[in-house]
């Protein structure tokens, strides 16, 4: 939030010199704080994704080593704790699980509406296959560690995909920042230089293009990238 305001602030003074345009500019400040709430979800849904396929390995070795489905989870619920702490994504989660079984909610009741809270595609994927392998008695040992094997590849794709445009969204973080570096550079190296552009009608319907033109490049260039990534 106090990002979304030094923004607002950011684009008044550069664009009008005047805190009265703040009011009519909090419209900008709403745009940053909800796609940083996107960043944000879809960052902590990457990371629990992650933290699911380790939790999923640690079940296929639990079943391996000769405990009930449900056990494993709850043994791999602990070890999760152990290896990303009390505070993760995933120990929170399976705690949930392991509660969910003491009072006789089944496992794909609970894994099906982890998928679902979640929003990942890989964890939904999951749940599906393992509620089929349940009902139809699968050898769980395998299912698992066929869809262990499919989720790991989904992360690292996504992985790769995400470091390989890290280097454009650099780039295009560079562009964003660049005018209102040249509008600093000009300001001190030539003062007064912008001075029409502000307080009167003119200025301001021409500074009022502008930041429309800058704002339409902004959510553009954000929206291929996310679309290059997701795809």
Do not use: H, W
Request: proline share 3%; hydrophobic share 45%.
């Amino acid at each position: 939030m106090l990002r979304a305001a030094a923004c607002v602030v950011l684009v008044s003074y550069f664009f009008y010199r005047t805190p009265v345009a703040m009011i009519p500019l909090s419209f900008v400040g709403v745009m940053y704080y909800r796609k940083k709430a996107r960043e944000s979800v879809k960052r902590d849904q990457r990371e629990l994704e992650s933290q699911f396929g380790e939790a999923i390995r640690g079940v296929e070795a639990a079943l391996k080593a000769g405990y009930s489905v449900e056990n494993a989870f709850i043994q791999s619920g602990k070890d999760m704790g152990k290896q990303f702490g009390e505070n993760s994504f995933i120990y929170e989660e399976m705690e949930i699980i392991r509660k969910g079984l003491i009072i006789n909610i089944t496992l794909e009741e609970m894994l099906s509406d982890l998928g679902r809270r979640s929003g990942s595609e890989a964890i939904e994927d999951f749940a599906g296959v393992f509620a089929i392998a349940k009902r139809f008695g699968g050898s769980m040992p395998e299912v698992i560690g066929t869809a262990t094997s499919a989720i790991s590849l989904q992360i690292e794709t996504r992985e790769e995909i995400a470091a390989s445009l890290s280097g454009r969204r650099m780039e295009q973080n560079i562009m964003k920042v660049m005018p209102f570096g040249i509008l600093t550079y000009v300001g001190i190296s030539s003062p007064g230089y912008f001075d029409p552009l502000y307080g009167n009608i003119t200025g301001i319907a021409a500074m009022t293009v502008l930041l429309a033109v800058y704002l339409a490049a902004y959510i553009i260039g954000d929206r291929i990238l996310d679309r290059l990534e997701e795809e």
